[in-house]
């Protein structure tokens, strides 16, 4: 709260000077008694007692209206927020093979997707300011989500994602078309995809080389993630009869194509061997593309001198309603 016209206030010094002037000044007795003595000797009554009230009704009528007369306002801080956004489509392999378990936590060995859900997880929510779209793919791409700002739905269909849900097989060519084309009439200052992939391109009509040339001409960034550790990786087979076994089976990700990919849209190719190192890629490229945020704060302030101005008002005339009745018309 805040005063408009502060220096008003110095009025207040006046009004029980008005009040005294008011009440000491000579009042015309409606009955004229040569002695008050006999009238000091009958009773008090409530009228003489609430009569002393009505000096201080209106002093509280003036002070109030002098307290308006200085404008109160309520600050309101406000902040306008013009960004120049990233729009990012992250690229997530679903094939089979990433249902090797050669990440880890602490207390627990997990597969490479389940890796990849909590790493995006965390990137998602760092770029708050951005809209951000998924394509799963194996065989085949799947548009897991649009480009949008609501990263909870965005992060609700992430959880959904799982190993071999578009088919078998390595489309990494065609999974990077498919984001390609959700960013191609994006007007964001900055378009990026981010493709993670655990194997080599098999399956799909275009070649990844040609995907990448189509980014670089639309001026869209490609970095790649080659996820999984070196050499052999654990991989759960299912028996005939029931059960899963632990195989261990080789590790395989191009990753001369990733790099060339990277390269011809000018980004960069990582690669992540755990999920410590996972984390560090997506907080990478976090910092490699930064939201441009301006934010520029102001103060709107509102009126709030009517509650005041009424409130005297009202005093005022209450104590002149008084005035007018058996109150207003003791002796003096």
């Not at 498919?178 to 964001?188: I, K, M």
């Not at 670089?216 to 076994?245: C, D, H, N, S, W």
């Amino acid at each position: 709260m805040t005063l408009r016209h502060p220096w008003f206030l110095l009025l207040l010094l006046a009004v029980p000077a008005l009040e005294w002037l008011r009440v000491r000044a000579p009042a015309r007795l409606v009955l004229p008694f040569s002695d008050g003595a006999a009238l000091r000797a009958l009773p008090v009554s409530w009228a003489v007692r609430a009569h002393a009230l009505l000096p201080w009704i209106r002093g509280a009528g003036l002070a109030l209206l002098v307290v308006a007369l200085a404008r109160p306002q309520k600050g309101l801080d406000e902040s306008v927020v013009r960004t120049e956004a990233v729009d990012i489509v992250l690229v997530v392999d679903v094939s089979p093979s990433m249902a090797a378990e050669d990440f880890s936590t602490r207390t627990e060995r997990i597969n490479r997707l389940d890796a990849a859900k909590r790493v995006i997880e965390a990137f998602v929510k760092r770029r708050e300011n951005d809209r951000i779209g998924m394509v799963a793919f194996a065989a085949m791409p799947y548009t897991a989500s649009p480009l949008t700002m609501d990263h909870a739905w965005l992060l609700t269909r992430t959880a959904g994602l799982e190993i071999g849900m578009v088919g078998d097989g390595t489309g990494i060519g065609t999974a990077l078309a498919s984001a390609v084309n959700r960013l191609r009439d994006s007007r964001a200052k900055s378009r990026v995809v981010v493709l993670l992939t655990d194997g080599m391109n098999n399956s799909g009509s275009i070649s990844p080389d040609d995907a990448a040339q189509a980014a670089e001409a639309l001026g869209i960034k490609v970095y790649t993630v080659g996820a999984g550790t070196r050499g052999f990786a654990p991989m759960p087979v299912r028996l005939p009869f029931g059960g899963v076994q632990m195989v261990r089976q080789p590790v395989e990700i191009d990753e001369a194509l990733l790099q060339r990919m990277a390269k011809t849209t000018g980004a960069a190719y990582f690669r992540a061997t755990d999920l410590r190192s996972l984390e560090d890629v997506y907080a990478q490229i976090d910092e490699l593309e930064k939201t441009e945020i301006e934010v520029r704060q102001f103060t709107r302030y509102e009126e709030r001198f009517m509650g005041w101005a009424a409130a005297g008002l009202l005093l005022l005339a209450g104590a002149k309603a008084l005035s007018l009745t058996r109150l207003g018309r003791l002796p003096a």
